[in-house]
Each structure stands twice: as structure tokens, then as C-alpha cells.
């Protein structure tokens, strides 16, 4: 059986991520059953919800967090059925077992609103934050509002996806096809991940190869025979995935996100966005900013 470090490996792993991060704008943790250990798919450049992070940094908020989370993942655990809940800062979040004979791991995901914020929120959360100064107040709040905001019926759709993910996971596991046994497979699964953490640099397929130990041409014909596409779209998809969160939760210029997602100028931007996403850059910031944010409270 694999542990659920090496479950983090697998290539089918980033794929399931790939789709989710396209379409939620979420990350996604892989965790230890007794939830001590974890690992976020997307890499150092994707941090956790800014509102949990700033959270964190009040005295008691690690101890408020661990006391939601902990029950509902045991709970996920013991039951080995998904658990969606609502967490003591009014966050939506999702725990999902992967499991077969035992349970491996869990998936982690959420840290969003069910709706825009509005004063009643506001009113509660200050409640929450009790002694803190109102300074640590507002920017708590603030923060809060920048919350990727989903519906609870593509909550559902989200819900559903982890389940399959996980199952999946679970099934491929005791057929010992998660973690790739012969050099091939791991050298696709470290370009894969190489390309999760360093998508935003001016990649060459040199220093991608240099950094999974194998040659060039071995490497890129090992990504396409064992996952079916080159690597460039594989890089490709990244980058828009990552320019599709930066489109929608900031303000910054088209061109800018499309540097500071590793695009070599914005007319390439433009011309491969628009082939993955039917779309261009400013029209989908419209409409994902109308759907998932709505005007601030």
C-alpha cells in the first residue's frame, strides 16, 4: 500500500488537480489520516486563503482552527464518507477519505463563502476576533471579503470531483498503479511536479530535463507516451490555470499577469488563453469576477 506522501506523487494526481484549479480556482492538499502532515499540490507560490493566513497569527487562532478542522476530519475518517462543513470563522471547507481496505489519507479543500459578504458577517466576525485591536480587525475582514466565493451547487460539483478523486486515488492504489514503479514513470511525475512549482520562470525544456535526471528527448517522449499530451501543453495548461486565479481575484494588468505567469509577452498570452479557455483574458476576468465575487459589502 502507499503512503499518502507518495499518493501526492502520482501523475493522475496532478491531473485531478489541473481540472479543479481550472474551473474553482482552488488548491488542493493531500493530508496524513491523523491530519500531522500535509501537502499542497500547487507548490510554494499558492498560499492558503489570505484570511486564514492572517488568522493564524492572532494567539489563539491556530487552536481554533485545529478544534472545527480536527473533529470534522475525524470524522471523515470514521465514517469514510466526504464531510462538508462550515468552519468557526463561517469558511466552507471539504475533508474526503481516500480509502480501501484502510484509510491512506484525506483530501483537504475550501477556505471559501457560500455568499458575498455582507454586514451580518461582518457583526460576526468581530465577535469572533473578541480582544483584537481594531487595526488586526480590519485587515481580518478585509482579507475575509478577498474569500473565493462558490455557490452550494457548484459546491456539490466540487464535492463530487473530490469524491471521484479520491476513489480513484483509493482503486489505483490497491492495484499498485498510483506510484510509478519503473524510472519512466517517476521521471514524468517529478517533470510534472517540476512544472506545478516553477511554471512562472522562463522555462527551457533543458533546465526541466537537468532537473529530473534524464536527457532531453527521453524525458519529453516519456511525458507524451505516458500521459498522452507534449509537455508544452502540460505547461501550457499550468500557466493559464494559474493566470485564470490572478484574473480573478486581482485588478492587475492583463499584461502583467501574463508575465508573472511565464508567458514570453502578451500577445502569446492572449492567443494560447484563448486556446484553452474559448476566450480572451478580459472577457473571462468579467465573467468569473461577476459570477464568484460579486460587489464588495
Not at 471539504?94 to 455582507?118: E, S, T
Not at 521521471?187 to 506545478?196: C, I, N, R, S
Not at 492572449?270 to 464588495?296: D, E, H, V, Y
Request: with cysteine; glycine share 8%; aromatic share 8%.
Amino acid at each position: 500500500m502507499s503512503t499518502w506522501w507518495q499518493l501526492s506523487k502520482a501523475a493522475v494526481f496532478f491531473e485531478f488537480y489541473r481540472l479543479i484549479r481550472q474551473y474553482f480556482g482552488l488548491d488542493i492538499a493531500i493530508c496524513r489520516p491523523d491530519g500531522k502532515g500535509k501537502r499542497l499540490l500547487g507548490g510554494p507560490g499558492h498560499e492558503v486563503n489570505r484570511f486564514c493566513k492572517a488568522f493564524h497569527r492572532l494567539p489563539d487562532g491556530p487552536q481554533m482552527c485545529l478544534k472545527s478542522d480536527g473533529s470534522c476530519r475525524r470524522r471523515a475518517v470514521r465514517t469514510r464518507r466526504p464531510v462538508r462543513y462550515i468552519c468557526h470563522a463561517g469558511l466552507t471547507e471539504f475533508v474526503v477519505p481516500i480509502a480501501d481496505r484502510d484509510v491512506i489519507g484525506h483530501l483537504r479543500c475550501g477556505q471559501i463563502l457560500d455568499h458575498v459578504p455582507a454586514a451580518k458577517d461582518r457583526r460576526r466576525l468581530m465577535t469572533l476576533l473578541g480582544s483584537a485591536s481594531n487595526g488586526q480587525k480590519e485587515i481580518l475582514w478585509r482579507a475575509y471579503r478577498q474569500s473565493t466565493v462558490i455557490p452550494p451547487d457548484r459546491q456539490k460539483v466540487l464535492l463530487l470531483l473530490l469524491h471521484i478523486m479520491a476513489k480513484y486515488l483509493a482503486i489505483a492504489d490497491s492495484r499498485n498503479v498510483t506510484v510509478p514503479q519503473d524510472r519512466g514513470g517517476r521521471v514524468v511525475a517529478k517533470a510534472l511536479e517540476y512544472l506545478a512549482s516553477e511554471s512562472h520562470k522562463d522555462l527551457r525544456v533543458a533546465d526541466i530535463a537537468s532537473a529530473v535526471g534524464a536527457s532531453r528527448r527521453h524525458m519529453a517522449r516519456l511525458v507524451l507516451v505516458k500521459t498522452g499530451e507534449p509537455l508544452l501543453n502540460h505547461l501550457q495548461r499550468i500557466r493559464v490555470d494559474n493566470a485564470c486565479r490572478q484574473l480573478r481575484d486581482t485588478d492587475a494588468k492583463i499584461v502583467n499577469v501574463a508575465m508573472d505567469c511565464g508567458f514570453g509577452s502578451v500577445q502569446q498570452f492572449n492567443r494560447i488563453f484563448w486556446k484553452l479557455t474559448g476566450c480572451s483574458p478580459g472577457r473571462w476576468r468579467k465573467k468569473a469576477q461577476s459570477t464568484l465575487s460579486g460587489p464588495a459589502q
